[in-house]
């Protein structure tokens, strides 16, 4: 039964208005959900991805900034500034999900100035951080990027990164879940009575599915391999097509072997 459930779904013609109302409504929905998401996509791509990697390219190519450089001078030349400061706390915190690292700051000239900079792990330098440890950081634009100790250097949560991998797979995704809003929205306007197989379940749930974990997934190993950032633009709607392949394959054999139990059940019956 519950094979048959999915596959009718928005399948039957229903003479209820009411319900070809709703499907129309929430087809109109998903077209909004659809623009939306094209618009972030478009903004993504021209704006976001483009913006992440200059900045990272500035920051690279940015050299310490003279001694006793003026804040004007510090800003028009883009430099990095070079603090000293002790350390007041450094706690990690487990939320639930993902361990938070921080490390509270004090300027030893100023004991009423202090600054929280985060870790995105607990190495190379955190783990030795201890409260009145004297500490160097390196500043850009404002943030604190760097903190070192004794020749030990860790990067801070604010420290720019070349993850334009990464980005372009998030970009990827938002374009895949735009289409599929379109697609079963549209298909809800055109056959409010009869939209199947444009359904949630399975297939909606199995597709957005596939497109958050291949688009996570690729998007993570690309930055860690290091391979081409353009590669993303094709690799995650091939590997999300491969899935969705393989899992109507899945769905589709386990209908037949169900059918098959029902065809041997009803002869059974029917013998005796």
Known sequence: MGQRAWATTGKRDNPDPKAAGRARLTGMALIVLSLIGAVLSYLAFAVWVP??????????????????????EVAAK??????????????STFTGKVTAYKA?????????????????????????????????????????????????????????????????????LLVLLAAQALVFGTVRLARPTAYAPFVWEPYGRWLAFSDLCVGVG??????????PWWTVLVTVPVVVCTVMVLLLR???????????????????????
């Open 218 to 227: 690729v998007g993570a190993a690309s930055v860690w391999l290091g391979i």
């Open 250 to 272: 899945r769905q589709r054999r386990a209908a037949a072997g169900s059918a098959k139990v029902r065809r041997q059940q009803d002869a059974r019956v029917r013998s005796r």
């Open 78 to 91: 883009d430099c990095l500034t070079t603090w000293h400061f002790t350390v007041t706390k450094a706690e």
């Open 104 to 172: 509270t700051l004090e300027d030893k000239g100023d004991d009423s100035w202090q600054r929280v900079v985060r870790f995105s792990d607990s190495g190379p330098l955190f783990d030795k951080l201890h409260r009145g440890d004297e500490v160097t950081a390196t500043g850009w634009r404002r943030d604190i990027v760097v903190v070192s100790k004794d020749g030990v250097r860790q990067n801070t949560s604010d420290a720019p990164r070349a993850e334009r991998q990464g980005n372009a797979a998030l970009s990827v």
């Open 51 to 72: 913006g992440q990697q200059d900045r990272y390219e500035h920051y690279r190519a940015a050299e310490p900034c003279p001694t006793r450089a003026t804040p004007q």
